[in-house]
């Protein structure tokens, strides 16, 4: 983010973490409440944004096969439809719980 001299990471309203660096590593939380702000210079800040959740590997999933709640860029928009790339999808799972996933659409 232009003009930021650090971030804030926060699960809900409880900081985890402050750092100048744009990736960091998190003990495994099990929340998909993780946001991101931006600090400036003048202590000013950025709307919260959804924190990126790097894996360990990439997994492929029928994206037809699940109702789709929510489609995400990687900077946080909304989008009606996935979109060449990586997308960050929200779906209801065959048991009927709520995942995330990060989907690279070709």
Not at 4 to 24: H, K, M, P, Q
Request: one cysteine or more.
């Amino acid at each position: 983010m232009p003009y930021a001299i650090c971030y804030i990471v926060a699960d809900g309203d409880n900081i985890i973490e402050i750092t100048t660096s744009t990736s960091i590593s998190l003990p495994d939380l099990n929340t998909n409440n993780i946001s991101v702000q931006a600090v400036n210079e003048f202590g000013g800040l950025s709307a919260k944004g959804i924190a990126e959740v790097e894996t360990s590997g990439m997994e492929s999933i029928d994206l037809n096969a699940y109702k789709i709640i929510a489609i995400y860029d990687v900077y946080g928009h909304s989008l009606t439809e996935a979109v060449p790339g990586i997308n960050i999808v929200h779906y209801l799972s065959a048991e009927g719980t709520l995942k995330v996933k990060k989907v690279f659409v070709r």
